[in-house]
């Protein structure tokens, strides 16, 4: 039998790091307007780092109780799903700012996003990917009832 520790970490991690993940989101977006790119690329930082921890997370625990009936696997596959395309956009967003990077990325970020709303779209998709974030982890908090307790 599995114990309930990836569970509590990724009830944690999908609880809290979903408004973070918010919030800094927010703090891009108010750089981005002050014209700061100090703070753009601080909070853009941040926002990658925020969206790694929770998709690996997601992805330790999906693995981690593959054959455990308690963990529904849809629900385990999709936090997998949304934090992994929160951490890529982001990671994409990151990318197109160094120039060894830039080119490749350009062409990707034309093709997936047109026009002058790509931003908008970038950011619409951080928005999802941190509440579906939180979604799943009260998922996970919610599967915690399922498991005995090993004290």
Known sequence: MKDKRWAKISAFVGILGGPLAIFFALVLLAAGIGASRDGAMMALALLVTTFGIIFFVALKSAHYYKEDERVN?????????????GF???????LVNIPM??????WI???????????????????LSSILSVVWGIYYALCLRKFKDSN
């Open 109 to 127: 970020m034309d093709a997936l996003f047109d026009g002058s709303e790509g931003f908008e779209r970038v950011l619409g998709l951080m928005f």
């Open 101 to 106: 990077f830039s080119g490749l990325v350009d």
């Open 73 to 85: 696997q849809v629900g385990a596959n999709l936090f997998v799903a949304s934090s992994g395309v």
């Open 88 to 94: 890529v956009v982001t990671l994409l967003l990151a």
